[in-house]
């Protein structure tokens, strides 16, 4: 834990292309080895696949309702109590909720081998926008994981 002061919440400055502060986090959490603009070129690829697949919608709409499908609520944090540890349900604030988010995004677009990385996080984002694929199974099994143990609610501090 910080000995001297918290540290201030930067926000996040709008990507230059789209001017939309969701897809600027999303960039920055693509990014690998300071490599922004790889992950730009990732995202705005993501970005024109989408396009091309949802001719009707916007695919920036089509990004913030995929990442809003796939927010969690709640999720367990391990409490340790007299010798036994608890899984404790928690609320998630939204900074959690979007970076989780992300990450499961990211974690299992980079798991679809054989196809390249904006196609492969196109189709991520056209799964969860749908309400389909491994984002939103992950997301149902926090929630069950937290519905199973809401019994330990009380531990919550």
């Given at each position: 834990?910080?000995?001297?002061?918290?540290?201030?919440?930067?926000?996040?400055v709008?990507?230059?292309?789209?001017?939309?502060?969701?897809?600027?986090?999303?960039?920055?959490?693509?990014?690998?080895?300071?490599?922004?603009?790889?992950?730009?070129?990732?995202?705005?690829?993501?970005?024109d696949v989408?396009?091309?697949?949802?001719?009707?919608?916007?695919?920036?709409?089509?990004?913030?309702?995929?990442v809003?499908?796939i927010?969690?609520?709640?999720?367990?944090?391990?409490?340790?109590v007299?010798?036994?540890?608890?899984q404790v349900?928690?609320e998630?604030?939204?900074?959690?909720?979007?970076?989780?988010?992300?990450?499961?995004?990211?974690?299992?677009?980079?798991?679809?081998?054989?196809?390249?990385?904006?196609e492969?996080?196109?189709?991520?984002l056209?799964?969860a926008?749908n309400?389909?694929?491994?984002?939103?199974?992950?997301?149902?099994?926090t929630?069950?994981?937290?519905?199973?143990?809401?019994?330990?609610?009380?531990?919550?501090?």
């Amino acid at each position: 834990m910080a000995r001297r002061r918290r540290a201030e919440r930067r926000d996040v400055v709008a990507d230059p292309k789209y001017n939309h502060a969701v897809i600027a986090r999303l960039i920055n959490c693509i990014m690998q080895r300071g490599k922004k603009s790889t992950a730009q070129q990732i995202v705005y690829g993501a970005l024109d696949v989408l396009r091309e697949k949802v001719k009707d919608k916007d695919p920036v709409e089509v990004l913030v309702q995929a990442v809003d499908n796939i927010k969690p609520r709640l999720e367990v944090k391990s409490r340790r109590v007299g010798g036994a540890t608890y899984q404790v349900p928690i609320e998630v604030s939204s900074d959690r909720q979007q970076a989780l988010a992300f990450r499961w995004i990211k974690g299992f677009a980079q798991g679809r081998k054989g196809t390249p990385m904006p196609e492969a996080l196109a189709y991520e984002l056209l799964d969860a926008f749908n309400n389909q694929g491994n984002a939103i199974k992950k997301r149902d099994d926090t929630h069950k994981m937290a519905q199973a143990n809401k019994a330990f609610a009380h531990y919550r501090w």
